[in-house]
T-cell receptor
């Protein structure tokens, strides 16, 4: 089992719709969670951090964390074609290797 | 505000050549990281440095060496380049272990 799993997609949504991106992780002691956006040929860019159970909203983005289910998600409201990118889920585990563990990413396509 | 700076941005090498990728951060971060990213593989950790003076292997260290020259700089060396090392290389840094990592723009390396 991979430490951080994401559906590779592509996830295709029409412009103006809500895009829902999901991520599961295997280590129960994970403490902090991050979503990065990566455009083709560019570097990952941090868009959301979440540390406690529940929802965290920032503009059109909402991150949701459920530690009991080991599940973190990202909702993008009013999706725009400029949101088309690969979204990487990253998990921080205090034990073991002292670096973020990344999922392989979900490619989102927003259709105009 | 430069953040994380990587040089060079692009490089083409011949098999067997050596090369050092440079990374510097101006955010006074303690930890620095080197990742490689191949199509469909996500980000894989090569080496990291949790603090100045320390370095540790990540998932895919074979064929690479690193040097944490000072708090700002963390270089990655390929002693004898192989075609399997053709990839995009990203350097990242963060202040503490519970914080997100911030990425440089990357180095696209092609080995013929």
């Amino acid at each position: 089992q991979k430490e951080v799993e994401q559906n590779s997609g592509p996830l295709s949504v029409p412009e103006g719709a809500i895009a829902s991106l999901n991520c599961t992780y295997s280590d129960r002691v994970s403490q902090s969670f991050f979503w990065y956006r990566q455009y083709s040929g560019k570097s990952p860019e941090l868009i959301m951090s979440i540390y406690s159970n529940g929802d965290k909203e920032d503009g059109r983005f909402t991150a949701q964390l459920n530690k009991a289910s080991q599940y973190v998600s990202l909702l993008i409201r009013d999706s725009q074609p400029s949101d088309s990118a690969t979204y990487l889920c990253a998990v921080n585990t205090p034990m073991g290797r002292r670096a973020l563990t990344f999922g392989s990413g979900t490619r989102l396509q927003v259709q105009p | 505000n430069a953040g994380v700076t990587q040089t060079p941005k692009f490089q083409v090498l011949k098999t067997g050549q050596s090369m050092t990728l440079q990374c510097a951060q101006d955010m006074n971060h303690n930890s620095m990281y080197w990742y490689r990213q191949d199509p469909g593989m996500g980000l894989r950790l090569i080496y990291y440095s949790a603090s100045e003076g320390t370095t540790d292997k990540g998932e895919v260290p074979n064929g690479y060496n690193v040097s944490r020259l000072n708090k700002r700089e963390f270089s990655l060396r390929l002693e004898s380049a192989a075609p399997s090392q053709t990839s995009a290389y990203f350097c990242a840094s963060r202040e503490t272990l519970n914080q997100p990592q911030h990425f440089g723009d990357g180095t696209r390396l092609s080995i013929l």
